[in-house]
């Protein structure tokens, strides 16, 4: 599993989705100061409703953007080897009789990412998988918070 692909495939998607949350922020601001969304009585809540939903999409997409900066800020940091589940650690795990592939980001937590056709899911520290896996290396053994055992197959 080649770490750069996955940090780059991370680093595209997260740009791919601020690109979405900005043009969906400035499509519900555009709405909101429409003239076809004037309150035409005091119950008509239309106006105000696009204003919040601009206001949502544009805290989305700060976030995002802050994201994307973070992970690019860290590039080396996040594609270095690793020994041990550090962030930017990519992992294998034995999860029951499934292995599945993880990326311990300090950002995206959450996100799927498809690598040549093997499924990567980006972690955080603070997800349950991430407790309980940061700091072990290869053959180290862990219990998820809802009791399923694990274990690390490699750390990349």
């Given at each position: 599993m080649d770490k750069p692909l996955v940090f780059d495939a991370l680093r595209e998607k997260l740009r791919r989705e601020l690109?979405?949350?900005?043009?969906?922020?400035?499509?519900?601001?555009?709405?909101?100061?429409?003239?076809?969304?004037?309150?035409e009585s005091k119950y008509d809540t239309?106006?105000?409703e696009a204003s919040y939903?601009?206001?949502?999409?544009?805290?989305l997409a700060r976030s995002l953007a802050d994201a994307v900066t973070t992970l690019e800020a860290l590039r080396a940091e996040?594609?270095?080897?690793?020994e041990s589940v550090l962030?930017?650690?990519?992992?294998?795990?034995?999860?029951?009789?499934?292995?599945?592939?993880?990326?311990?980001?300090p950002v995206g937590g959450g996100e799927t990412l498809d690598i040549d056709g093997t499924e990567?899911?980006?972690?955080?520290?603070?997800?349950?998988?991430?407790?309980a896996i940061t700091g072990k290396?290869?053959?180290?053994?862990?219990?998820?918070?809802n009791g399923a055992d694990g274990s690390i197959a490699r750390v990349v």
């Open positions: 690109e979405a949350a900005v043009g969906a922020s400035r499509d519900a601001a555009d709405y909101a100061t429409d003239e076809e969304s004037r309150a239309q106006g105000l939903l601009a206001a949502g999409q544009a805290s996040l594609t270095a080897p690793r962030r930017g650690a990519l992992v294998q795990c034995n999860l029951g009789r499934h292995r599945e592939w993880f990326y311990l980001s990567v899911t980006v972690i955080t520290a603070q997800s349950p998988i991430g407790a290396a290869a053959g180290a053994k862990f219990k998820l918070p």
